[in-house]
């Protein structure tokens, strides 16, 4: 409470105090009507924050502080009437903040928000209020959506009724006072009656009557202009709406039949003769007929109609589905996907890979040339010497037999006393030696035939012989043949546990290997004949061994089972590749001289080449004949390989394999043979081409061995 001055001070203070509000005139005064300040508040309940924070200070009202409780001064309230401030509500303008008429937003980074009538500053209400504790006011306080943040002071202000009415007034629309009426009778300033005198008298200028020569001068511009053809005359706009026919597609130039991916609308069904107002007879319906069709699904009808007869055109009503139909159609454009099928035109003859002719792909045997007579049973199995001089032959009649290749003439025929399942001369030219299978045992038999220094060498060869001094423990025994045998050629005796059914060398001469009939790891053995030493390769059995072959250059080992063909690494002792036949059961294995190709016979008549650079699965599968393969062979020097099979067919094909890696073999069947006769319903049982001539020999199970040339 200040002291109380005395009463000729007043004046002067009241002088001071306008001094001091003079600031604050500008931004808010009595002048301002009401509905400019309701808007403002407006405003500021649209743009300030949900949140209200703690009651505002209670403001000092506008009224001088002197005027407060002064008793003194009750006698010059005559002087007191002429304040200017004495009418000011304290609802107009909060006067603790004395900044102006400047924008609140430069006060937006600022803890404070102006400044009061001493120069401190007046600080924001504080308000960190989370989006929950807002939350929660909306829910609690009841006068939450009638609570705005005052801009001048940062404060919350609640509104009154007056101005929540004032609010909804001007957001409808309608004017800011109640007592305005707009719709109060119009005053007609101007009479209806014409009046005697002018509103005007002034004379008409002389310009409004002479034609103007700014304007006659442009316009004879503008004609030369358009004489010229600088200017052309605008088109009138044709206002009549362009409409496109969606599915237009049988006309090239309208805009969808230019789209690519343009699916023209499916074509109704034209109607027929049950679509008729006088149908035939046979196409209308029988009692049981329409009863049936009323009892069906709408989906499962053949026809969505029953047909009718009428006796004219003229008894035809109009039809009751029409716009049912016309609307099923449009949803059936729209609604229907419809899917572009991609139809590619291709000449049959394209798919059909080029393959050179034949002809050119000379030379391959083309016509029999010889057959070798003298076998009363079945021929299993053939081999041919080094030098293609002589050709032995195994057969069911317990015999084997030496030809010469050129004449077909039976040089020798040695009795072996069992079923021959495999021979196999040696492949080095400097031994004159052949391994036969005859049951449980391998005889190494030198046939005596050719160079008699080359046959004399080889049994010197195998008479050097030392044994060790300590017995050592084989799979198998190594005997050496009576003199009874030594006559008829046999040398060695390899003696197994169980039957044997293969027999192959290797390209030096030294080793060869058999396969035996057992379940065990001792199918497959592995000899070497300059020691007499045999051993077992496998600890444990993979399957059933079908056929093994030695890699022509390579230490590698193949092995055929079943449907495998496993490929051994004889130096590292380990399995290099496993091959996927895709065959049912491998019957016979041949590869190639370059060593990187293989081909396997199936007894499902298949025949699978396998490029081992490539893939473990087929290069490719050939299905050329008709019934069981039983024997595959490749030509040494030509690239020529052939098939035989139970058809009693010899195919001969040229498998050209490139010394570019990148160019994939070439195979092409070039031949097919024939001459072997069916007998027990077997054909060809095996096949073998000459080392050097592209001569192709196939034994059958005829009896007879043929030369195809």
Not at 13 to 24: A, F, Q
Request: hydrophobic letters at 35%.
């Amino acid at each position: 409470m200040e002291e109380p001055c005395p009463a000729g001070e007043s004046e002067e203070l009241t002088e001071s105090e306008e001094s001091v509000y003079s600031g604050l005139e500008d931004s808010g005064t009595d002048s301002s009507s009401a509905e400019e300040e309701e808007e403002e508040e407006e405003e500021e309940e649209e743009e300030g924050p949900g949140g209200s924070s703690p009651p505002p200070r209670t403001h000092a009202p506008r009224k001088s502080k002197i005027l407060e409780d002064d008793s003194s001064l009750k006698e010059d309230e005559s002087l007191l009437a002429q304040n200017e401030y004495e009418e000011d509500s304290s609802d107009e303008e909060d006067i603790r903040n004395t900044v102006g008429n400047i924008p609140m937003e430069w006060y937006q980074d600022f803890p404070h928000i102006g400044y009061n009538l001493e120069g401190k500053k007046i600080y924001k209400p504080i308000r960190n209020k989370d989006e929950l504790d807002m939350f929660l006011e909306k829910m609690e306080n009841p006068d939450y959506w009638r609570t705005v943040q005052d801009k001048m002071t940062g404060a919350d202000i609640k509104l009154t009724d007056e101005q929540v009415d004032l609010v909804h007034r001007l957001q409808k629309g309608q004017f800011g006072d109640v007592h305005f009426n707009p719709y109060e009778p119009a005053v007609d300033f101007f009479t209806h009656e014409v009046m005697i005198h002018p509103v005007t008298n002034r004379p008409a200028d002389k310009r409004s009557f002479i034609p103007s020569l700014i304007e006659k001068e442009k316009v004879s511009k503008l004609v030369h202009a358009i004489k010229m053809g600088w200017i052309k005359p605008r088109k009138p706009k044709d206002d009549t709406p362009t409409y496109y026919d969606l599915w237009a597609h049988e006309d090239p130039n309208s805009i969808l039949g230019r789209h690519k991916m343009h699916v023209p609308a499916p074509k109704m069904k034209l109607p027929g003769h049950e679509e008729s107002y006088n149908p035939p007879p046979e196409y209308l319906l029988s009692e049981e007929e329409k009863l049936a069709w009323e009892q069906q699904e709408p989906a499962e009808r053949k026809l969505n109609f029953v047909p009718q007869q009428y006796r004219c055109l003229r008894a035809v009503p109009a039809y009751s589905r029409f716009i049912h139909e016309r609307f099923e159609r449009c949803l059936d454009l729209y609604l229907c996907p419809r899917q572009r099928k991609m139809r590619v035109n291709v000449d049959p003859e394209d798919l059909i890979p080029k393959l050179p002719k034949p002809r050119d792909l000379q030379p391959f045997p083309t016509t029999q040339a010889l057959v070798y007579r003298g076998h009363t049973s079945l021929v299993r199995c053939l081999s041919i010497s080094p030098s293609g001089q002589w050709l032995v032959s195994g057969s069911d009649d317990c015999t084997v037999r030496f030809w010469e290749v050129c004449t077909a003439r039976c040089m020798k025929t040695l009795p072996v006393g069992g079923v021959v399942k495999s021979v196999a001369w040696n492949p080095n030219p400097t031994i004159c030696l052949v391994a036969i299978c005859v049951e449980q045992s391998v005889l190494l038999v030198n046939p005596c035939l050719g160079d008699k220094l080359l046959y004399g060498a080889t049994d010197q060869l195998l008479e050097s012989y030392v044994a060790p001094e300590e017995e050592r423990v084989q799979p198998v025994q190594w005997v050496t043949a009576t003199m009874e045998e030594h006559s008829k050629g046999v040398r060695l005796v390899v003696q197994h546990s169980k039957a044997v059914k293969q027999v192959t060398w290797h390209g030096k001469g030294d080793y060869f290997a058999s396969v035996v009939l057992d379940n065990s790891n001792m199918q497959v053995l592995i000899h070497q004949t300059s020691k007499r030493w045999s051993q077992n390769p496998f600890r444990k059995s993979k399957g059933l061994v079908q056929c093994v072959l030695f890699h022509p250059i390579r230490p590698y080992f193949f092995v055929a089972t079943q449907r495998y063909v496993r490929v051994y690494n004889l130096l590292k002792q380990e399995l290099t590749k496993k091959l996927m036949t895709n065959c049912k059961w491998v019957s016979s294995m041949a590869i190639h001289p370059g060593g990187d190709n293989i081909i396997c016979g199936s007894y499902d008549s298949k025949l699978a080449w396998f490029d081992l650079d490539l893939s473990t699965r087929p290069y490719q599968l050939l299905r050329h004949h008709k019934k069981a393969l039983r024997s595959v062979a490749f030509h040494k020097h030509y690239p020529l390989f052939a098939s035989g099979s139970d058809d009693g067919t010899v195919i001969v094909c040229h498998g050209m394999v490139y010394n570019d890696l990148l160019q994939n073999p070439l195979l092409v069947p070039v031949k097919v043979l024939k001459g072997h006769a069916m007998t027990l319903d077997l054909g060809v049982l095996d096949v073998l081409f000459h080392p050097t001539q592209p001569w192709v020999f196939s034994s059958g199970a005829d009896g007879t061995v043929r030369l195809y040339t």
